[in-house]
C-alpha cells in the first residue's frame, strides 16, 4: 500500500522560494516516474514537473527556469524547489506516482498516474 506526504506549503510573498517534500511509503520502484501537480483556485488540476528514474525532468511553461523538481536516490522521496514564485502560483500542489519506467509525453496526464498525496497548499501573496 502506497502513501504519499506532502509538506512544506504555506504563505510566501512574490518573489520568494518555498520547497515542497513528498515523502512515499511502500513499495515504490525506484524506476517510477514521479510528478507534481496543482490545482489553482477554480481550475483544473494540471502538471507542473515530473522525473523519470534516468534523470529526465520535464515542466511546464509556466513554471520552467522558476522549478525545480528532484527526488533522492531511493526515490521514496520527492522535491519540488519553488524559485521566484508569482501570485499565479497560488493553488494545492500534489505528488504522484507512476508506476511505469518512463512517462515520457504521457507526463502531464492525470490518469497516467497511480498514487497520489492529499496535497499541501502553497499561496503566494503580491
Known amino acids: 500500500h502506497v502513501q504519499l506526504v506532502e509538506s512544506g506549503g504555506g504563505s510566501v510573498q512574490a518573489g520568494g522560494s518555498a520547497r515542497l517534500t513528498c515523502v512515499g511509503s511502500?513499495?515504490?520502484?525506484?524506476?517510477?516516474?514521479r510528478g507534481w501537480f496543482r490545482q489553482r483556485p477554480g481550475k483544473e488540476r494540471e502538471a507542473v514537473a515530473s522525473?523519470?528514474?534516468?534523470?529526465?525532468?520535464r515542466y511546464a511553461d509556466s513554471v520552467k527556469d522558476r522549478f525545480t523538481i528532484s527526488k533522492d536516490n531511493a526515490g521514496n522521496t520527492l522535491y519540488l524547489q519553488m524559485n521566484d514564485v508569482k501570485p499565479e502560483d497560488t493553488a494545492t500542489y500534489y505528488c504522484?506516482?507512476?508506476?511505469?519506467?518512463?512517462?515520457?509525453?504521457?507526463?502531464?496526464?492525470?490518469?497516467?498516474?497511480?498514487?497520489w498525496g492529499q496535497g499541501t497548499q502553497v499561496t503566494v501573496s503580491s
Open positions: 504522484a506516482v507512476d508506476r511505469t519506467y518512463g512517462v515520457g509525453t504521457n507526463w502531464g496526464v492525470l490518469w497516467e498516474y497511480d498514487y
Open positions: 522525473i523519470d528514474a534516468d534523470g529526465t525532468v
Open positions: 511502500g513499495y515504490i520502484n525506484r524506476r517510477y516516474s
